[in-house]
């Protein structure tokens, strides 16, 4: 548990969240019983949670926004009318579909953050696709965020419980020509 009560967050995480804009909106996808939900709300960020699971849904509903919704099989929900709603950061700790990437992208704003930590094989028994083939490859991640810059990249082999891990935090360009300027670096 960490200070607040909020369970393990993910070091991935909790290293990169200074990259999202003071008072920023943040979307946890697959968000769980919400403790990066609850972590980015204890620092004054509006969250919107979505989850297939009904008890994630009432976990996180005094937090901010919770959508319940299967994302493996239904369509994205969280529109403005005919735009993908945009946010801040888009936090994933869980796997992504790949049908799903290039919405998850659309979804982080201007100037945001993408935060992504996936465990593509091992002994994971929750929150595995009921399709493999929905797991994204690492050079099919990093080509998707091609537009994007990385700040952050990892891909290694953990022991306890062993599985792969692939991590990767990008910001997407401000649209007001501060793209052209070099990123800011971030030691690893």
């Not at 297939?52 to 369509?75: C, M």
């Not at 593509?120 to 083939?133: A, D, I, Y």
């Amino acid at each position: 548990m960490d200070a607040h009560g909020l369970g393990p967050i993910s070091d991935w995480v909790r290293r990169w969240s200074h990259l999202v804009p003071t008072g920023g909106s943040v979307l946890d996808i697959a968000c769980g019983h919400g403790r990066h939900m609850k972590w980015f709300a204890t620092r004054g960020h509006a969250v919107t949670g979505v989850d297939r699971s009904v008890e994630a849904i009432h976990a996180v509903a005094g937090v901010g926004e919770a959508v319940l919704t299967d994302i493996e099989n239904n369509p994205w929900p969280l529109m403005n009318g005919e735009r993908i709603r945009q946010f801040s950061a888009v936090v994933v700790t869980n796997y992504l579909w790949r049908p799903l990437f290039p919405v998850i992208v659309q979804s982080v704003a201007p100037g945001g953050v993408l935060i992504y930590e996936t465990f593509s094989q091992g002994n994971e028994t929750v929150g595995k696709p009921s399709n493999p083939e929905f797991l994204l490859r690492p050079a099919e991640l990093l080509q998707s965020l091609a537009t994007m810059r990385i700040i952050g990249f990892e891909e290694g082999f953990l022991e306890d419980p062993p599985r792969f891990v692939q991590r990767i935090v990008t910001a997407r360009p401000d649209l007001d020509g501060s793209a052209d300027e070099p990123p800011a670096r971030y030691p690893l």
